[in-house]
């Protein structure tokens, strides 16, 4: 037969693909799992996959009880795996609105069994665990993390807590004189730390217990009230990247737009005569469409009803609506409510009936009483007689555009859920229409607020234009502004309506046919019309529910050709199921008031025309069978108006029909009549009107002259020729009912096939919307086709081809006529529904033949509506619900009814086959929507083996191997169809890709699971093909990412996993001590066991068992190599989906259980290797540069050889906390430069690091801590430096931030997310290449490129998904700073733990030194970082169990670990928290103990206590010295009660170490107070530092604290000098410890850089001896120190711009670097000389550095304590005038002493202490400028020169004998002043006290001497500059020459030389002076000529002038300079003398 050959042709085309697998399946199935694992070496490289163990052998050989308790699940799938549930139709009316059973045709048969059949689902009981189906997002998330417990953190203390009040009181804290000695506050100190309360103490402190319970016990408090789950903490996977997510679709459901419920209140004329009714509608004016049908109302009194008792029959309830529910599907701006009024016929044109509602007003009543009454009496006539005869009255609309927009959305808070919510289920539940309607989105319908609204004007009908046609053109004028029908006179009525957003469920409403829709409370409310909606487009959504309703439209009636009396004319319609009159059928619905059903209707009449225009509705009910006698008749009648005697009431004047069915089809559309004048003759009905039949009379020559229109609303009837051609063939091929007709021609048998065919091609051709109407119909049609081939005359005929193109085809024409509506996978939800809900295999109906008792399954299987129990036949022996075998059937006739069955096709072998064999064009067609025939397979497969109860089958014999081959052939060609085309249409790869993993993901539930791997094995290897020679390999590389994560995404990964066979040795059950001893002996001697390291690798072995995790790992593996391109995307992918799956494993209630988690931890082990070994392009959240690995590098010996310890980035740093200890000793990691990175590649973004370390945590929180144990002991030293490195990472990563981060970091968020969502769609999408992505991102991302961005993504990346909206609520906030707190504590612990399990491993190891040393330092990071306080409880446990079990850890080898541990206690010692501080106190008493156990005295601990106190107080802002007191107390408490060292000294040297501690607390309290006083401040610490001058440690932290504060203040030359100093204290040190040629001989050798240096020199042997314990034992006080202090004094040089100053550092730094041969560092120094000498050379002439400005300050008052009387040289910033430093110095003041008491002295005069007011403080202040001998000057030659170790300063006071400043010149003195200080400035602070002050005075002779020659040196410095500046040249001259008024060089020479002096005394100076003038003459002279040859043309007057008044200037001063005097003295030995120093000057000391 056909099918043979194709099959043969199929394996031709697939041979190599379906043969390879046949062969490897039968392989695996031969072979025991064991020989195949054999065979694969460990070595596998990554790239290739590995073959998997054959999973069903590997089950079988394993018996499930093989396992333990709760390990028994992960063996092998639940038996209930997979059910089948049969969910009832939700069907919303309360009865089923389908045809009573009479004689149906096959059709309707079909399409009712359809709309009534129960859905099928095939279920998997667990998916719904799976991630794809319930996915962790950030809601599930916060709904997991309620209940968390608030962490305490010292941060977030200290924030909340001011300062406690008794701390005002306290005396000490106004002190402020800096000169009390640093420990002076004594007694008073000790006094007071007696008196203070002790915070509690640790119980069980002071026992002594084996380390074996003390850690046993640590353990055991550890693991109290743990989190269970780590990634709950977490923010949840990125929602980008969740290819696996996918929903169940939701049931198809009966379409609806936009609901809108309009109640009708009231209706209200001015005269009320007659009854009115009411007609409303929906009209689109732009589609020129009527959107709805018609809503009938009637709100007439029961008096004007009473009016037509004649003709009523009582009125159905469901005729009495007055509210409507309108659905509008396409909102527009153009939907117009029109309501149109009609009242009984009466005689007279509309016009005339109108007259009276136009004219009478209600208030006239009285007036018109008589007229009333007479138009009431013709209303009642009228009624009786013509009561049933309607005519059109008046009319109005409603721009509904313009309710929903004032009354605007609902004043409810926008933000609420339920708000939101149920808008969005309407949008889902009304599916695609809403989101195609583009541009009309601006009007929605759903969410407006209530309106009420009164209607008062309506316009009355006009005979003429009633048509719909003249309605729109009304309609689009009453939208424009001057519209023509406001000119008309309105007939004045109020109408009351309210329209709202339809409820979701309403109550009382009926269906468009009349049905009951739930909830439907009491059948005698009046009820709700739900009105049907006539879409202004087409919809696409599938019918579910029987509806067959028919609307005929008459148009117009022309009957002006007509004799007789014809006027008023009215149309009856008849529906007519034969031709007999009786046999009208009750199918029109009645209107308002009226029977529900009726008979006959009549159209309004129109009063006097002959050719009347209808706006006329009818609505019928098509019976459920049509036949083609069935006919719609149409009868004219003349209505006479007024009673004459012998006319009838109604007169026929002509017929007309239409039969419904025309060759089977309904017939709808326009219709033009004629009307023939005669009754029809018999039989009429069957023919047409058109056909002329004999012997009858037409109105006008039978022509057409009645236009009617019809419209059909049927589920039944598809009015789709095409469609309505393939199902009357289908049902005549069911029925075998032949010959048959087919429009003209008659089937027989023989021709019915080839028909069959054409039809199948012609289904692509059907229109759209009724083929998604029908498509359930056409769908299921189609299976039948494929699966029961018809048999024709006994001939089987197969369609299998035919069918499966055609079914591909309509998919594809469904897709494209939703295409709006594709899910984010591109799945159309209606197709998906169809397979999900409706699909069944054809002929298995769940039914029983024969009667045979229903089966009950219980309704939880079922899934079913609450309370209905499910009566379920099935086919089949056993129940449906797998899971209970229990339920036996009675034995009927099942066994031929299976073989039925059997016998016949199965889909999903048929769908396989002809998908493989099918041709190149529909294979495209299927290409575009894989998923559906997947997942049609999948459901057919699925049912297949619930039906014919396979389930027990072995897998492998579920389906046969021909089967198995076609989906290997089709799994490869699909495959091979992603990979090429992938850079084509990257869109369609990435779907088709998506639909093949859940393809194969189905598979495992369904076949045999080996084989599923073995094809996805075969799919991998086709991409690693591909990849080699892909342009572009991350796209390719993304797309098996995404395959491989939707793999894992399957409920059972974990069982797919082999969790439990033994690929690892039985691990010991409890990690007992003695256990651990035993096994770590590995670790030193015996070789790694292999087993365990394959665990914790991607070996071999581990990718054999572990397929699916291997393949996921492996891919992580290999996108975190360093080489791998396109990275940043694909660390984010890989990393994203590892975690999405640990947070899957975190939420599923199946491994809760601790044992089952570390099982299924386990086949995450390698994630530990692959984070160790990716450790240093890991982000670097420590902050310090370049010191990714810190431990590794210190347990990195040089002998290893290993590969794999490359990208140790730093060797020498070996840690960063508190500053950084170096790696111990050795002198030759000077060198710090990093080496060249072995990996270098592309470093990870924060966020990715964050999430990979994350993993690495829920590892080793959930794996079994003995295998950790193993494995840990199996490492090698630098691997297991690496993993330290690691845990230290993941303490830094999740380091908590504290509320504060939280506020900043809101109003960051979200331009971040959006910009990375843009980003990775670009990437994603191709538009950039990945190269430049991945280039640009390192740019950005790397660690030291753009600081900024750098910084700011640190603070922010982990907050990103947090949310997208910018600002949070503050609960929001709270929230999440509690998460963030728990994250980081159970991080924390994590660590911990794992830190715990290494010591315990390496207890016996030979390098155990290192490695606990490097332990410790995590430990100490961990105890450094913001920790809350249930870490720090047992933090510090851990640190008191590893000091006392290796106490030589701290007081043996490297000082720096006990420094920093000191450090750490002390500040949690200081800690707000008082738990916090009560263990660490313990800590630190301890520590003590521990200490002076060893050598009975505990110097170093004191040292180091000492020391870090200092620099704490020194450094930390918000440092609180009450808890640290209180800590004291308590630690002195430990002391005294601990009964073990009564004997002993230690209890009083603890003694004396506290009470010091407390005296130097007391000295920073001071510090605190006058933290606002930057010099009182930089003094104290100057003065703590001078008291340690005794211990350099001391000395140099505190010179390093004042480096800091300096810096912090700008004051660089200040913070250069503190470095100085510190370098030359240490260079001392140095030089005693040692004599090297290249290191500096001590303080001397930094003479040149400054003169203060040599104080540091006051360390002599007498004082130290270097070898003592605990001295100089800083990491400072080495060489590598040294450089580091010296480096960073340049620094601070070259910030403050003293260039010159970082050439002398270089030169003591050179030669040690040039010792040590590093030539990296020496370029580096070079090059910064080179910078620093060219700075120089351009700053020459110092005007572009100004080093600082002097003052004097003077400080009088004894409010200033032991600042009164005390005068300093105060150095400020450059350019710092005298109002400045005075306001400063004000303000400063005032704020501390008050106002009004501080007062500046305004001169420079010495101040008499005898006139100042006790009561105030004074304050004096003077500018100063540096003074130099002439003999200094020769050595300060340049600007810096003069600017640097100044320590004499001058100042100028004029004044004049009687007491003014200034006065005539003969009266004119003036005072300098001469300063000298302690030190030279710049000095390591900015303050200095003057020593010494020397006073002179000049005579007013003197004084002019002085001035000309300060006049002289201006003018040859303007004439000599160069290059010349003519501005200053001529401003220098006018000011001498020119014609000054006062005191001008002409002036002075008249008041000193006009007269020859009477003193011979001053004969000297009266000659000095003359030289002086005689000199400016002489200079002024040059300075014209030189101005002379600057000037241009334009100023050559100017010159004229200068050259005028300097000739008269001279003239001037001829006769005064030639004088000679009487006679010179004779020389004598004064005269030698600089004339400053003479000795008649009064000196005066200070």
């Given at each position: ?694 012997g009858m009379r037409w109105v006008d020559g039978h022509k057409g002259v009645f236009s009617v229109e019809l419209t059909a609303v049927s589920s039944v009837h598809p009015q789709d020729p095409h469609l309505d051609k393939f199902f009357t063939l289908v049902h005549v091929l069911e029925e075998g009912a032949f010959p048959f007709r087919l429009k003209d021609a008659v089937l027989s048998e023989g021709t019915v096939e080839q028909e069959l065919r054409a039809s199948l091609a012609a289904l692509r051709l059907a229109s759209p919307e009724p083929l998604v109407a029908f498509s359930h119909h056409v769908l299921d049609k189609l299976v039948r086709l494929v699966v ?666 490297d000082t720096e670990l006990c420094a920093d541990l000191c450090l750490r206690l002390l500040r949690h010692c200081g800690s707000r928290v008082s738990a916090i501080r009560t263990h660490a106190s313990a800590s630190l008493y301890l520590l003590m103990r521990q200490n002076f156990e060893i050598g009975n005295n505990f110097a170093r601990v004191k040292m180091q206590v000492t020391m870090s106190l200092s620099s704490l107080v020194g450094t930390t802002q918000n440092f609180s010295e009450e808890h640290l007191r209180r800590s004291l107390k308590t630690i002195l408490t430990y002391a005294e009660e601990d009964v073990g060292l009564r004997d002993s000294t230690f ?265 100042l007011d006790p009561q105030k403080a004074y304050i004096q202040i003077t500018y100063v400028e540096p003074h130099f001998d002439t003999y200094e000057l020769k050595d300060r030659v340049t600007y810096f020169d003069r600017n640097y170790g100044l320590r004499t300063f001058l100042f100028c006071t004029p004044f004049t004998p009687d007491g003014r400043a200034h006065g005539e010149l003969p009266e004119q003195h003036k005072r300098k002043t001469l300063l000298s200080t302690d030190h030279a400035f710049p000095y390591i602070k900015t303050r200095i006290r003057v020593c010494h002050r020397e006073e002179t005075v000049l005579t007013p002779v003197e004084v002019a ?142």
């Amino acid at each position: 037969m056909a099918a043979a050959e194709r099959r043969a042709f199929a394996h031709k085309i697939n041979r190599t693909v379906a043969a390879e697998v046949r062969k490897q399946v039968s392989r695996e199935r031969s072979g025991s799992p064991h020989s195949s694992r054999r065979s694969s070496s460990l070595g596998v490289p990554l790239t290739e996959v590995v073959e998997p163990l054959d999973f069903e052998d590997v089950l079988l050989s394993r018996p499930p009880d093989a396992e333990p308790g709760p390990l028994r699940e992960l063996v092998e799938f639940p038996a209930d795996d997979l059910e089948l549930l049969l969910r009832p139709r939700e069907c919303r009316t309360t009865e089923p609105g389908i045809p009573e059973e009479g004689k149906l045709d096959a059709q309707v048969r079909a399409a009712v069994e359809m709309y009534t059949e129960d859905w099928i689902i095939a279920h998997r009981r667990y998916q719904h665990l799976s991630a794809a189906y319930s996915p962790i997002t950030t809601e599930t998330q916060r709904e997991r993390q309620r209940g968390l417990s608030r962490q305490v953190f010292e941060q977030d203390a200290s924030g909340d807590e001011k300062a406690s009040p008794e701390d005002a009181d306290d005396p000490r804290h106004c002190s402020g004189s800096p000169d009390d000695t640093p420990r002076s506050s004594g007694a008073s100190g000790i006094f007071d730390l007696r008196n203070l309360a002790a915070d509690s103490l640790l119980p069980s402190l002071l026992e002594r217990a084996a380390p074996e319970d003390v850690d046993r016990r640590n353990e055991a408090l550890r693991r109290q009230n743990r989190p269970r789950a780590l990634l709950a903490l977490y923010p949840a996977p990125d929602e980008d990247e969740a290819v696996e997510r996918c929903s169940h679709p939701e049931p198809p459901q009966e379409h609806f737009g936009q609901r809108i419920l309009v109640k009708c209140l009231s209706l209200k004329f001015e005269i009320e005569i007659e009854p009115i009714f009411g007609i409303l509608a929906l009209y689109d004016v732009r589609e020129k469409k009527k959107i709805s049908e018609n809503f009938y109302f009637d709100l007439n009194s029961d008096s004007m009803k009473g009016l037509l008792r004649a003709h009523g029959t009582h009125p159905a309830i469901s005729t009495l609506a007055r509210s409507a529910i309108f659905s509008v599907t396409y909102p527009s701006p153009d939907i117009f409510l029109v309501i149109k009024l009609e009242k009984v016929l009466q005689q007279g044109d509309i016009s005339e009936c109108c007259e009276p509602y136009m004219v009478m007003k209600e208030v006239d009543t009285a007036k018109n009483k008589e007229k009333l009454e007479k138009l009431r009496l013709a209303a009642e006539q009228f009624c009786t007689r013509l009561g049933r005869y309607r005519m059109p009255f008046a009319w109005t609309a409603v721009h509904l555009a313009n309710i929903v927009s004032s009354a605007g959305p609902p004043d409810r808070d926008p933000d609420s859920d339920g708000e939101r919510r149920s808008t969005w289920t309407d949008r889902r539940r009304r599916g695609p229409q809403d989101r195609t309607s583009s541009g009309d989105d601006a009007c929605s319908f759903s969410g407006f607020r209530p309106a009420t609204l009164t209607v008062t004007n309506f316009f009355k009908q006009e005979a003429e234009r009633l048509s719909d046609e003249d309605l729109f053109k009304f309609l689009a004028d009453m939208r424009r502004p001057s519209s023509l029908l406001r000119r008309l006179r309105p007939v004045t009525a109020q109408l009351k309506i309210d329209i709202s957003p339809a409820p979701e469920n309403p109550h009382f409403c009926l269906s468009p046919e009349l049905l009951h829709v739930k909830p439907y409370p009491d059948p005698r409310g009046r009820p709700t019309k739900e009105i049907l909606e006539f879409p202004a487009r087409e919809v696409y959504a599938p019918h579910t529910s029987y509806r067959n309703l028919l609307f005929v439209y008459p148009h117009s009636l022309n009957f002006s050709s007509r004799q007789g009396s014809v006027r008023n004319l009215a149309v009856r319609v008849q529906y007519m199921a034969g031709e007999d009159p009786s046999q009208a059928l009750p199918v029109i619905f009645g209107k308002s008031s009226c029977s529900e059903f009726t008979r006959e209707a009549f159209t309004p009449v129109v009063y006097h025309n002959k050719s009347p225009e209808f706006y006329e509705e009818f609505k019928l009910r098509l019976p459920a069978c049509v036949t083609d006698n069935h006919h719609l008749l149409f009868t004219f009648y003349h209505i006479s108006c007024q009673p004459r005697p012998g006319t009838a009431l109604e007169t026929p004047v002509g017929f007309t029909w239409i039969p419904l069915l025309q060759h089977g089809r309904l017939r709808t559309g326009p219709f033009c009549l004629p009307v023939s004048v005669d009754q029809p003759p018999p039989s009429y009905s069957v023919l047409t009107p058109d056909v002329a039949l004999p012997g009858m009379r037409w109105v006008d020559g039978h022509k057409g002259v009645f236009s009617v229109e019809l419209t059909a609303v049927s589920s039944v009837h598809p009015q789709d020729p095409h469609l309505d051609k393939f199902f009357t063939l289908v049902h005549v091929l069911e029925e075998g009912a032949f010959p048959f007709r087919l429009k003209d021609a008659v089937l027989s048998e023989g021709t019915v096939e080839q028909e069959l065919r054409a039809s199948l091609a012609a289904l692509r051709l059907a229109s759209p919307e009724p083929l998604v109407a029908f498509s359930h119909h056409v769908l299921d049609k189609l299976v039948r086709l494929v699966v029961r081939p018809p048999i024709i005359g006994g001939q089987i005929v197969n369609l299998g081809r035919g069918a499966f193109e055609a079914m591909a085809h309509v998919v594809s024409l469904v897709h494209r006529s939703l295409e709006a509506a594709q899910d984010a996978r591109g799945h159309c939800p209606l197709l998906a529904a169809y397979v999900h809900y409706a699909f069944r295999l054809p002929g298995t109906e769940p039914s029983l033949p024969g009667g045979a008792p229903p089966v009950t399954v219980p309704s939880t299987t079922l899934a079913r509506g609450p309370g209905r129990p499910a009566s379920l036949y099935l086919a089949r022996s056993k129940s449906i619900s797998s899971s209970n075998p229990d339920l036996a059937v009675a034995p009927g006739s099942v066994d031929d009814e299976v073989s039925r069955i059997l016998a016949s096709k199965l889909l999903h072998e048929e769908l396989a086959l002809q998908w493989v064999v099918s041709g190149s064009t529909v294979r495209e067609a299927i290409l575009q929507h894989a998923w559906f025939f997947f997942q049609l397979m999948v459901k057919s497969m699925t049912l297949h083996l619930l039906l014919g109860q396979r389930l027990d089958t072995p897998r492998k014999l579920r389906f046969p191997g021909r089967f198995l081959d076609d989906i290997a052939a089709l799994v490869g060609s699909v495959g091979l169809e992603v990979i090429t085309r992938v850079h084509k249409d990257a869109e369609l790869a990435e779907r088709l890709n998506a639909s093949l993993a859940f393809f194969l993901s189905d598979l495992l539930s369904l076949t045999d699971r080996g084989f599923v791997f073995s094809l996805v094995r075969a799919h991998y290897k086709q991409v690693a093909t591909r990849l080699l020679s892909a342009p572009n390999p991350v796209a390719l590389l993304t797309l098996r990412m995404d395959f491989t994560r939707i793999l894992c995404s399957h409920e059972h990964y974990v069982t797919l996993n082999l969790p439990c066979c033994p690929l690892s040795p039985p691990a010991s059950p409890s990690p007992s001590i003695s256990s651990t001893t035993s096994q770590s002996s590995t670790f030193s001697s015996q070789a790694p066991d292999p087993k365990v390291t394959s665990m914790f690798e991607l070996s071999g072995p581990f990718r054999q068992q572990h397929f699916l995790a291997g393949l996921l790992l492996t891919e992580l593996a290999l996108a975190l190599e360093p080489e791998a391109e396109g990275v940043s995307l694909l660390h984010k992918k890989a990393i994203s989906a590892v975690h999405s799956l640990l947070c899957g494993h975190d939420a599923d209630p199946r491994y809760t259980d601790a044992t089952v988690k570390a099982r299924v931890a386990e086949l995450y082990l390698p994630l530990l290797s692959l984070a160790r070994d990716t450790l240093p392009r890991l982000h670097d959240f420590a902050e310090g540069p370049g010191q990714r690995s810190r431990l590794a590098s210190m347990l990195d010996s040089d002998t290893e050889g290993e590969g794999d310890i490359g990208g140790t980035i730093n060797p020498s740093v070996a840690m960063a906390i508190a500053g950084g200890p170096l790696a111990p000793g050795s002198r030759a990691s000077i060198s710090q430069g990093p080496a060249t990175a072995s990996r270098s590649g592309c470093p990870l973004s924060a966020e990715s690091s964050r999430t990979l370390l994350v993993c690495v945590l829920w590892v080793l929180k959930n794996a079994e801590p003995a295998l950790l144990q193993r494995w840990a002991a199996d490492l090698a030293l630098p691997q297991l430096g690496r993993l330290l490195d690691l845990l230290y990472l993941c303490l830094a990563a999740f380091e908590y931030k504290g509320k504060k981060a939280f506020e900043r970091i809101n109003s960051l968020t979200f331009k971040k997310s959006l910009d990375m969502k843009a980003r990775l769609e670009e990437a994603i999408l191709g538009t950039i290449g990945a190269r430049q992505e991945m280039v640009r991102r390192s740019r950005e991302r790397s660690p030291f490129g753009n600081q900024e961005n750098v910084r700011w993504r640190k603070s922010i990346t982990h907050w990103k998904q947090t949310s997208d909206r910018v600002d949070k609520t503050k609960d929001e906030i709270e929230h999440e700073a509690l998460v963030d707190g728990n994250l980081a504590t159970e991080a924390s612990l994590v660590v911990l733990d794992t830190l715990e399990i290494i010591v315990q491993t390496v207890m016996l190891s030979e390098a155990r030194e290192s490695i606990l040393g490097a332990v410790l330092k995590v430990v100490l990071y961990s105890l450094g970082s913001a920790q809350s306080a249930l870490f720090l409880q047992h933090g510090l446990a851990t640190q008191r169990a590893l000091v006392s079990k290796f106490p030589e850890l701290l007081f043996e080898e490297d000082t720096e670990l006990c420094a920093d541990l000191c450090l750490r206690l002390l500040r949690h010692c200081g800690s707000r928290v008082s738990a916090i501080r009560t263990h660490a106190s313990a800590s630190l008493y301890l520590l003590m103990r521990q200490n002076f156990e060893i050598g009975n005295n505990f110097a170093r601990v004191k040292m180091q206590v000492t020391m870090s106190l200092s620099s704490l107080v020194g450094t930390t802002q918000n440092f609180s010295e009450e808890h640290l007191r209180r800590s004291l107390k308590t630690i002195l408490t430990y002391a005294e009660e601990d009964v073990g060292l009564r004997d002993s000294t230690f209890a009083e040297q603890v003694q004396d170490l506290m009470f010091n501690l407390h005296m130097i607390l007391t000295d920073t309290v001071k510090m605190k107070e006058h933290q606002e006083d930057p010099e009182m401040l930089i003094d104290l610490m100057y003065r703590i530092a001078r008291g340690y001058q005794g211990s350099p440690d001391l000395r140099l932290t505190w010179l390093q604290n004042m480096a800091g504060k300096h810096a912090e203040l700008g004051n660089h030359a200040e913070a250069a000098q503190c470095m100085v100093h510190a370098a030359a204290l240490v260079a001392e040190y140095l030089a005693l410890l040692e004599d090297s040629r290249h290191l500096p001989v001590g303080c001397v050798s930094f003479q040149n850089i400054s003169s203060n240096v040599l104080e540091e020199s006051a360390i002599s042997d007498d004082i130290l001896s270097p070898d003592e314990e605990g001295f100089c034992s800083g990491k400072h006080f080495t060489e590598l120190g040294l450089v580091g202090l010296l480096e960073q004094a340049a620094t601070y040089f070259t910030m403050g711009g003293l260039y010159e100053a970082v050439n002398e550092v270089y030169k003591t730094l050179i030669p040690i670097l040039e010792a040590h041969r590093d030539y990296k560092k020496l370029a580096a120094v070079h090059g910064k000389l080179q910078e620093a000498f060219t700075k120089i050379m351009h700053q020459s002439s110092g005007w572009e550095r100004v080093f600082g400005t002097y003052f004097r300050v003077g400080f009088y008052g004894s409010r200033f304590g032991d600042l009164d009387e005390q005068e300093f040289v105060y150095k400020e910033p450059s350019i710092t005038k005298l109002a400045e430093i005075s306001h400063r110095l004000e303000e400063f003041y005032t704020e501390r002493f008050g106002e009004d008491v501080v007062e500046i002295v305004k001169d420079s005069n010495p101040v008499d202490k005898a006139k100042l007011d006790p009561q105030k403080a004074y304050i004096q202040i003077t500018y100063v400028e540096p003074h130099f001998d002439t003999y200094e000057l020769k050595d300060r030659v340049t600007y810096f020169d003069r600017n640097y170790g100044l320590r004499t300063f001058l100042f100028c006071t004029p004044f004049t004998p009687d007491g003014r400043a200034h006065g005539e010149l003969p009266e004119q003195h003036k005072r300098k002043t001469l300063l000298s200080t302690d030190h030279a400035f710049p000095y390591i602070k900015t303050r200095i006290r003057v020593c010494h002050r020397e006073e002179t005075v000049l005579t007013p002779v003197e004084v002019a001497i002085e001035d000309m020659q300060k006049k002289t040196r201006e003018l040859a410095f303007a004439t000599e500059q160069d290059p010349p500046d003519a501005k200053m040249l001529q401003m220098v001259l006018q000011g001498s020459v020119g014609p000054t008024v006062n005191q001008g060089p002409l002036e002075v020479a008249q008041v000193f030389l006009t007269e020859i002096p009477e003193d011979p005394k001053l004969f000297r100076h009266h000659n000095k002076l003359r030289l002086c003038f005689k000199d400016f003459c002489k200079k002024c002279e040059d300075a014209l000529r030189k101005n002379k040859a600057l000037i241009g043309p334009d100023q050559k007057e100017y010159h004229r002038e200068l050259e005028r008044n300097y000739t008269r200037l001279r003239e001037a001063l001829q006769p005064l300079l030639t004088q000679r005097l009487p006679q010179l003295l004779a020389p004598t030995t004064a005269s030698l003398r600089n004339s400053l120093h003479r000795a008649s000057f009064r000196k005066a000391d200070v």
